[in-house]
């Protein structure tokens, strides 16, 4: 594998999303978001400002868990698909780069547009912050953001394996929406429904390892868990066992997430 030649593709793709300035959107996006929940999250009890960095980090997980899934499966559903449409993936082909390279060139400037933006906006948000909480406080808040970035970066694998799959940007962009549905509103509806049809019989010993099936419930229990008070009102705390939501355990999960589906959708495209 030439590096030199993955990095030529990165960089275009990375530098074709700051042009365009998809980057500056989804930054302004997640600021403003952020600022809105840390300020005026308690509004509804009759509070305005900032009152802790657990609350405000439990209410930018609820936040994150909808916007950066469906964020990053619209960034990556047309990445091979799109070229193959437009004709330029032939073209691509028949330079001195082999698929691997190109898939995975593609994926880190994709992957490094998504970064930029999230660390931007939740950084900014951070700076505001930062005179309001301690320095434990903002390592907490800065591990929400790798988090953050890892949720991301998983779901821009599913992406990109999406695009290798499809048959035409229709029908990406469709299982794109299709598996946003299911990973962010569907599949904890599935297991909530099994527990409550039997009785909490059914999967009550399996479902923290069903939760890990999940790139975003990995996600909502990384930054939960670690949090008393949050946890509870979760219940996460009677569900979710301690000893498999260690942090590095929960992290490793979730690097499996972003490795698996690139690694799938890597070997399809060299067949």
Same mark, same amino acid.
């Given at each position: 594998m030439e590096i030199s030649q993955v990095a030529?593709?990165?960089?275009?793709?990375?530098?074709?999303?700051?042009?365009?300035?998809?980057?500056l959107a989804v930054a302004l996006v997640f600021t403003v978001f952020a600022l809105v929940i840390a300020y005026f999250g308690a509004a509804q009890q009759g509070a305005v400002g900032?009152?802790?960095?657990?609350?405000?980090?439990?209410?930018?997980v609820s936040l994150v868990i909808y916007l950066i899934p469906l964020i990053a499966l619209l960034l990556g559903f047309d990445a091979i698909v799109g070229e193959r449409e437009r004709g330029s993936l032939d073209l691509l082909l028949s330079m001195p780069i082999t698929r691997f390279e190109l898939i995975l060139g593609k994926y880190l400037g994709l992957a490094a547009a998504l970064t *930029? @933006?999230?660390?931007?906006?939740? &950084?900014? =948000?951070?700076?505001? /912050?930062?005179?309001q909480i301690d320095l434990a406080a903002l390592v907490h808040y800065f591990g929400f953001m790798v988090s953050s970035v890892l949720l991301g970066m998983a779901f821009l694998s599913l992406?990109?394996?999406l695009s290798v799959f499809a048959a035409d940007r229709t029908r990406a962009s469709g299982l794109a929406i299709a598996l946003w549905f299911f990973f962010v509103l569907v599949f904890d509806l599935?297991?909530?429904?099994?527990?409550? *049809? @039997?009785?909490?019989?059914?999967? &009550?010993? =399996?479902?923290?390892? /069903?939760?890990?099936?999940n790139p975003a419930d990995v996600f909502r229990i990384l930054n939960i868990f670690g949090m008393d008070d949050v946890r509870t009102l979760y219940g996460l705390a009677t569900v979710f066992p301690p000893a498999l939501a260690e942090p590095w355990l929960l992290t490793l999960v979730m690097l499996g997430w972003i490795a698996a589906p690139l690694g799938v959708a890597s070997w399809r495209f060299r067949k």
């Open positions: 030529t593709i990165a960089g275009k793709e990375f530098w074709d999303r700051i042009r365009n300035r998809w980057v900032f009152r802790s960095i657990e609350l405000t980090i439990a209410s930018l *930029f @933006s999230t660390v931007a906006g939740f &950084g900014l =948000v951070a700076l505001v /912050l930062a005179r992406a990109v394996m599935l297991l909530l429904g099994a527990l409550v *049809f @039997s009785g909490g019989q059914a999967g &009550g010993e =399996v479902l923290p390892w /069903l939760l890990l099936l």
